[in-house]
Nanobody, 113 residues
Framework: VQLEESGGGLVQPGGSLRLSCVAS????????MGWYRQAPGKIRELVAT???????NYADSMNERFTVSRDGSKNTVYLQMKSLKPEDTARYYC????????WGQGTQVTVFS
């Protein structure tokens, strides 16, 4: 499974971004997909996951501002982010659990004033 993220960029505090992750296979066969992030000098941390049954799980600090979704017809998982803060600055990685764990290359999100 290959995962390709897009949608990152520079945004001011309070702004929004939508990240996309396109998979090379039919994601209807992938039970769990989602997003992690890693800031410089920090460990990779969970942002959100979503199952093939549309059940979602969020990190405690992100469930009010971030929304994860998936579109099986497009083999794509999304992360809608709003009210972004400087501490959201990180590289965001798409993740898939399909026999083993797969990761994308990541997309950079930078929140600055």
């Amino acid at each position: 499974v290959q995962l390709e993220e897009s949608g990152g960029g520079l945004v001011q505090p309070g702004g929004s971004l939508r990240l996309s992750c396109v998979a090379s296979t039919n994601i209807r066969s992938i039970n769990v997909m989602g997003w992690y992030r890693q800031a410089p000098g920090k460990i990779r941390e969970l942002v959100a996951t979503i199952t093939s049954g549309q059940s979602t799980n969020y990190a405690d600090s992100m469930n009010e501002r971030f929304t994860v979704s998936r579109d099986g017809s497009k083999n794509t998982v999304y992360l809608q982010m709003k009210s972004l803060k400087p501490e959201d600055t990180a590289r965001y990685y798409c993740y898939a659990a399909h026999g083993r764990t797969y990761w994308g290359q990541g997309t950079q999100v930078t929140v600055f004033s």
